[in-house]
C-alpha cells in the first residue's frame, strides 16, 4: 500500500483559478496604476525628482546664475579675474555638496518631509488664530484677554 495521499482533480483546478484570479488582479491594479500616472503626467507634467535630485537642480542654477553675474562695481579691469573667482568659489560648493547628497540621499528627503509638516503645523495654527481674531463675536461682558477693563464713563 503506498503512503501517498490521492489527488483531488477538482481542488487542484480551485487552486489553479483563484491562483489565476489573484494574477489577474494583481495585473488590473499595475494596469490602472500606470494609466494613473500616465494621467497626472499629463495633468500635472513631470512628478519632481527626490530631495537630493532638487537640491543638485538648485546648486547647478545658482552656480549658473552667480557665474553669468556681470559686477559693475568691479569694472572692466577686474571683471574677468572676478568672475574666475565666483566660478572657483562656486566649483568649491558644488564639490562640498555633492558628496553630502551621494552619501545622504534618504536625508534630504526626511527633511523635506518634516518641513512639509512644519509648514502644515504653521498653516493650522495661523489659520486658527486668524479665525479667533475675524470672529468679531464678542459681546461686552466677554473676556477677550488678561488685560484690565476701565470704565471711562
Same mark, same amino acid.
Given at each position: ?49 527626490? =530631495?537630493? %535630485? ?7 542654477? !545658482?552656480? @549658473?546664475? +552667480?557665474?553669468?553675474?556681470? *559686477?559693475? /562695481? $568691479? ?20 564639490? =562640498?555638496? %555633492? ?7 534618504? !536625508?534630504? @528627503?526626511? +527633511?523635506?518631509?518634516?518641513? *512639509?509638516? /512644519? $509648514? ?34
Amino acid at each position: 500500500m503506498s503512503e501517498e495521499r490521492p489527488t483531488n482533480d477538482a481542488s487542484e483546478a480551485a487552486d489553479d483559478a483563484r491562483v489565476s484570479d489573484a494574477d489577474a488582479w494583481a495585473t488590473a491594479c499595475a494596469e490602472d496604476l500606470e494609466a494613473e500616472k500616465a494621467r497626472r503626467r499629463t495633468q500635472y507634467g513631470p512628478p519632481a525628482g527626490s =530631495a537630493a %535630485e532638487e537640491l543638485r537642480k538648485l546648486v547647478d542654477a !545658482v552656480a @549658473d546664475k +552667480l557665474s553669468g553675474i556681470q *559686477s559693475p /562695481l $568691479l569694472g572692466a579691469v577686474a571683471g574677468p579675474a572676478a568672475q574666475q573667482v565666483v566660478r572657483q568659489v562656486v566649483q568649491q560648493a558644488k564639490n =562640498a555638496v %555633492e558628496p553630502v547628497i551621494e552619501r545622504n540621499p534618504d !536625508v534630504f @528627503d526626511h +527633511l523635506a518631509a518634516a518641513g *512639509s509638516e /512644519l $509648514l502644515a503645523a504653521y498653516r493650522s495654527a495661523v489659520q486658527a488664530q486668524e479665525t479667533r481674531w475675524t470672529a468679531g463675536d464678542h459681546d461686552k461682558g466677554d473676556d477677550p484677554g488678561p488685560g484690565e477693563r476701565i470704565d471711562l464713563d
